[in-house]
């Protein structure tokens, strides 16, 4: 099997699914002829020409404008913000419109479009390069929001999204792309060709949209994490030795919250874990559900680590991700409830 | 250096005349019928661009034609243009006095801007896609929508082809070539621009028209239609109906220091002309010349429609505490129904006494759809949407937690 890194299996699902799907169009900020300054559509231009992978103005309300019209017309559009951080222009359209078109047409129009959007820090990208918008859209009815955290699942995950029949935001952790990430930033870089999620099926496969996967088993606590988070989380319970079950979200809307139950259920203990700022982030509503669904099986209070309600710092930066410290502390405090 | 300039001070524009004063349109160039030429369609933009401060009209005061715009319709196409417009007239009386009787909750009417939706979408083909605003309802009147689907959406009755999901007068007709009217303005502008690029990408052959008012023109997505129309020669016909109010905001506020809304194509290189809004055979033709470009494959053109709004904006508003109410008799381009009928009585085919009767027939018309559609229901009588609807089609399957959350719902 080819082993990719995260960007390479991105650009073979987008690939993919532009092959098997002569709908299917790819456009945003220097996603054309340069190929994407992540390089996620290099080559695209080439293969499938420039009426279906294209260069686009500065405009994210326009580059989600028109895939809606597009979509309403027909087409598969799966374009690109460049950072999640620039999507605020286009939320409006994501929100308002996207979101909505096929509950108040009654199914009559639909919008299968994915925006795809780099998000998280991790790369010295100061407050306009490393948020994690995610509760933004998961507070909206009508989107799905799926972040990978591996190539094998971005692969997957993307390639069901662009086949979904609704507007999916697709948040890809930019400090996963080249390899996994526990949060040691002073250790080297660990690449893809290293990890065996960097093994990834050469053909066309889906990961369903709404499925978590538990990534360690374990009899403790059950940590619920996605994207960068999941490596983070990893590595505190190694350094920790606390035998924590380690969920990876993959979507975070639709949840799957079966597995969710299940995993609380049996430790009796759950620490949440995400990137983005803690008030009103999506821990809180993993929280709100945790204690509606398993009260009776909970023996510690249910834990939150998360950035700090700041904006992203740039020299801080270490001082703001959530890292293994801090979710390692989280655990011991869990199990010591 | 500073000391020789007065201090600064901020230019809040303000309508000519507020209530209480004599309405005054004289600061409004109206150009004679006729007057404005009526160049190819691939024609150079950068040869036309007066036609944006322009209006272009073909009916004149006595009731005649003129000029290069006119003689593209049949007598048999204006009398359908006139009952179109009537039938709009009509159905928009009933529906106010509806929403005063508690039928329905919202509604907007279109008095004075009939002509606009109603003579367009004559120019448009089967399979063209228009992305409305509020006030557009003629595109389905002239384009053959069944009143009594209207009417059931109006009232969210148990045959509201929306299940009462929507706002009153919000509707949706793939099959009519309406895309569902979003409600939050200016947003459909530039999906019309990327419906018309989606068609282009096919190499298919039909095209889009995106409507504004002149107020949501200060949308950041009319910006962004214009230079994505501009950059991709999208197959598309972007107008902009001018009816001078946006609620109470008089249209200087949007328009700043521009000459005309038209005008704003021009730095993007998109052909812009204005057009008598009030004149069916200049809308029309227009509507045409456009259509044309678009379809063949010349790309955007910008129009924009002088018209007035003659109603309040909505029923939950009141002109009167913002402009003299006698503003839309002193209007100088007339009203639509009556500019048309004049010409034709003028060409011989229609008279005083037939269009009376045509009046009474066409109202008949619209209470027969209305007691159809009062036998499905009003908003708060009769038949209804079901709770379940409610939680249908947010998404193509519905997900787990909104199959929870209906379980909780007891339906």
């Not at chain 1, 390089?39 to 686009?56: S, V």
């Not at chain 1, 978590?212 to 983070?232: C, F, I, K, W």
């Not at chain 1, 590595?235 to 969920?247: L, M, S, V």
């Not at chain 1, 009796?268 to 009776?296: D, K, M, N, P, W």
Request: charge should be negative; hydrophobic fraction near 40%; glycine fraction near 10%.
């Amino acid at each position: 099997m080819p082993r990719m890194t995260m960007i390479e299996a991105i650009r073979s699902a987008i690939d993919i699914s532009m092959e098997r799907d002569g709908k299917v169009v790819v456009f945003g900020e220097d996603v054309g002829y340069f190929g994407g300054v992540f390089r996620c559509t290099a080559g695209l231009q080439q293969k499938y020409g420039k009426t279906r992978c294209f260069d686009t103005p500065i405009s994210e309300l326009g580059i989600v404008g028109t895939a809606i019209g597009m979509a309403a017309y027909g087409l598969r559009p799966c374009v690109e913000v460049q950072f999640a951080d620039y999507v605020y222009p286009a939320y409006d359209q994501i929100v308002s419109e996207a979101a909505r078109i096929r509950y108040r047409s009654n199914g009559e129009f639909t919008c299968p479009i994915v925006v795809r959007m780099p998000s998280g820090g991790g790369i010295f990208g100061g407050q306009t390069h490393s948020q994690s918008p995610e509760a933004l859209f998961t507070h909206v009815c009508g989107l799905k929001v799926v972040v990978p955290s591996n190539p094998r699942d971005a692969k997957g995950l993307l390639i069901a999204a662009i086949e979904d029949p609704d507007p999916v935001i697709f948040l890809e952790p930019k400090r996963l792309y080249n390899g996994p990430f526990d949060g040691h930033h002073e250790r080297p870089v660990t690449p893809w060709s290293r990890h065996p999620l960097g093994d990834v099926d050469a053909g066309h496969f889906t990961v369903p949209l709404g499925k978590a996967e538990v990534r360690r088993q374990g009899s403790s606590v059950t940590v619920l994490a996605y994207g960068t988070m999941v490596y983070v989380a990893e590595a505190a319970a190694q350094e920790t030795g606390i035998d924590a079950e380690i969920i990876d979200l993959r979507t975070l809307l639709p949840l799957d919250l079966d597995c969710i139950v299940e995993s609380v259920r049996k430790t009796g203990r759950c620490v949440i874990v995400h990137e983005a700022t803690l008030t009103s982030g999506f821990g809180a509503e993993l929280a709100a559900l945790v204690q509606e669904h398993c009260f009776y099986h909970l023996e510690a209070p249910v834990g939150r680590v998360t950035g700090w309600d700041t904006p992203y710092p740039h020299a801080q930066e270490w001082d703001y991700f959530p890292g293994p410290a801090r979710v390692g502390e989280a655990l011991v405090r869990a199990m010591e409830a | 250096m500073m000391d020789d300039f007065p201090p600064l001070s901020l230019h809040v524009p303000e309508p000519e005349v507020r209530p209480g004063g004599t309405p005054d349109f004289s600061n409004v160039p109206i150009p004679k019928a006729g007057s404005v030429p009526r160049p190819p369609v691939d024609v150079d933009p950068r040869d036309i661009r007066d036609l944006a401060f322009s209006i272009i009209r073909v009916l004149n005061r006595e009731g005649e034609a003129v000029g290069p715009w006119s003689g593209l319709l049949s007598d048999e196409a204006l009398l359908e243009g006139l009952r179109h417009m009537m039938t709009l007239r009509a159905f928009d009386a009933r529906m106010l006095m509806a929403q005063r009787q508690g039928k329905t909750s919202f509604y907007m009417q279109h008095m004075g801007e009939e002509a606009v939706s109603c003579a367009f979408r004559k120019a448009l083909e089967p399979g063209d896609m228009n992305f409305p605003t509020y006030r557009q309802a003629g595109l389905l009147i002239a384009g053959g929508y069944p009143m009594v689907d209207m009417m059931n959406q109006i009232f969210s009755n148990e045959a509201d082809p929306l299940k009462g999901r929507q706002l009153p007068i919000m509707y949706s007709s793939k099959e009519h070539g309406f895309f569902s009217i979003s409600g939050n303005l200016g947003t459909q502008f530039v999906q019309a621009v990327g419906w018309a690029m989606a068609s282009a990408i096919s190499n298919d052959t039909r095209i889009a028209a995106g409507w504004i008012g002149d107020g949501s023109t200060a949308e950041s997505d009319f910006h962004a239609a214009l230079v994505f129309a501009s950059t991709y020669r999208a197959p598309v016909v972007l107008n902009i109906v001018n009816n001078q109010w946006a609620i109470s905001t008089f249209q200087g506020i949007a328009r700043g220091g521009a000459g005309t809304f038209a005008a704003r194509g021009l730095g993007f290189g998109i052909p812009a002309l204005r057009v008598d809004g009030n004149d069916y055979l200049a809308v029309y033709a227009v509507a045409r010349w456009a259509a044309e470009r678009a379809r063949r494959n010349l790309g955007p053109t910008l129009v924009e429609y002088v018209t007035y709004r003659v109603g309040a904006h909505s029923t939950s508003d009141d002109p009167s505490a913002y402009r003299p109410k006698d503003e839309s008799e002193a209007w100088p381009l007339g009203d639509p129904v009556i500019r048309l009928k004049n010409h034709l009585v003028r060409r011989g085919a229609w008279s005083e006494e037939r269009h009376r009767q045509a009046e009474a027939e066409v109202m008949d018309s619209v209470i027969v759809a209305q007691k159809e559609a009062e036998k499905h229901g009003t908003l708060h009588s009769g038949g209804k949407p079901s709770v379940r609807d409610m939680f249908e089609g947010v998404y193509a399957e519905m997900p787990p937690h909104l199959r929870r959350q209906r379980h909780q719902a007891g339906v």
